[in-house]
């Protein structure tokens, strides 16, 4: 393997630099299996990992990236052959182990999933960790009760991100008919309706944290941000009802009371697709690839390694929408 390009994050004196290098393979983190890297794509924990003190990179110098897809190149482990298409989300890829923001990249077999049926190298990044949150928040909130042939009433907040895009459109494709999209600015609301959303609300619509107990106004809540929006919205859950939360970018403190969960019997669902055991991600894959594609409506831009830092301003400004993919 010659040299090849990848995004380097570096600390100098007091700062996080990064950009794009020619490096060699001896640079790779250590593993069973080398991938010719096809796509990765942007995610809010890719904006954090070149941020100081961003609590992503463990250690530098790092390549970033949370997810790939790819081909074998190289293969130790009797599971994966030269020439298969495999994706990588999740575990420790662009913290402490080298990611997908590569031309190549190296891992241990463990994390490494084949690519299903009907499913391009590009249509799985298109999908990527964000796509993989969604499907897990939505099978989380099934498992609690949510049925589309109920009709509930379900929230979406974070709609026009990289999670709440996709499950905005997953949601529409299983056939749930009753869904609301939080959106922050105006521009957002047509967009959010183009991905599946039948109403749209802003912040202020959802009026401030004052009782602990408010009017139930959804049966279900998709949660991609977190902070004080999370904490509004628990005490307007309907009886019985659920809310998922993947993410974080409103804030990691939750304000609350005890009263909607024995008066009202709801249940708050903490979803990490970072540490999926392998076993499981097969079938939620093959899943994505079958019934729940939705690939080839979602909202995507697809970029070139040079053009991750502009992507990842946007995303830190809140100028990000929908799903980014890089091409490696």
Not at 192 to 199: D, E
Not at 211 to 240: A, H, M, R, W
Request: charged share 20%.
């Amino acid at each position: 393997m010659n040299n090849f390009k990848a995004i380097v994050v570096k600390e100098q004196e007091d700062e996080v630099v990064y950009g794009v290098e020619q490096i060699g393979e001896d640079q790779l983190s250590e593993g069973d299996v080398t991938i010719q890297v096809a796509y990765s794509s942007i995610n809010y924990k890719d904006m954090l990992a070149v941020q100081k003190k961003g609590g992503v990179i463990r250690n530098y110098p790092m390549i970033p990236g949370i997810d790939l897809s790819g081909t074998v190149v190289e293969s130790s482990d009797s599971r994966f052959q030269e020439g298969q298409e495999v994706i990588i989300t999740g575990f420790e890829m662009g913290m402490s182990h080298t990611g997908g923001f590569s031309e190549y990249a190296r891992v241990p077999a463990d994390w490494v999933v084949a690519l299903p049926e009907n499913l391009s190298l590009r249509d799985a990044m298109v999908f990527g960790t964000a796509g993989f949150t969604a499907a897990l928040s939505i099978l989380a909130l099934e498992k609690n009760g949510m049925d589309a042939g109920n009709n509930p009433k379900i929230l979406v907040t974070g709609s026009t991100g990289g999670v709440g895009s996709v499950a905005l459109q997953l949601l529409e494709k299983i056939g749930y008919g009753n869904i609301t999209a939080l959106v922050r600015k105006d521009h957002q609301e047509e967009v959010a309706k183009s991905l599946g959303a039948h109403t749209v609300i802003f912040p202020d619509d959802l009026g401030e944290l004052k009782k602990p107990l408010n009017k139930e106004k959804f049966d279900y809540i998709l949660d991609t941000v977190g902070g004080d929006i999370t904490s509004v919205l628990i005490p307007q859950l309907s009886y019985g009802g659920s809310m998922s939360m993947c993410g974080m970018a409103g804030g990691v403190e939750l304000k609350a009371t005890v009263l909607p969960f024995i008066l009202r019997g709801v249940n708050l669902l903490g979803i990490d697709s970072v540490n999926v055991p392998i076993d499981k991600r097969p079938a939620i894959w093959a899943k994505m690839a079958k019934e729940w594609n939705i690939t080839g409506t979602t909202l995507v831009d697809e970029i070139s390694l040079q053009e991750v830092p502009e992507t990842i301003d946007a995303l830190k400004n809140g100028q990000h929408l929908g799903r980014t993919i890089v091409k490696c």
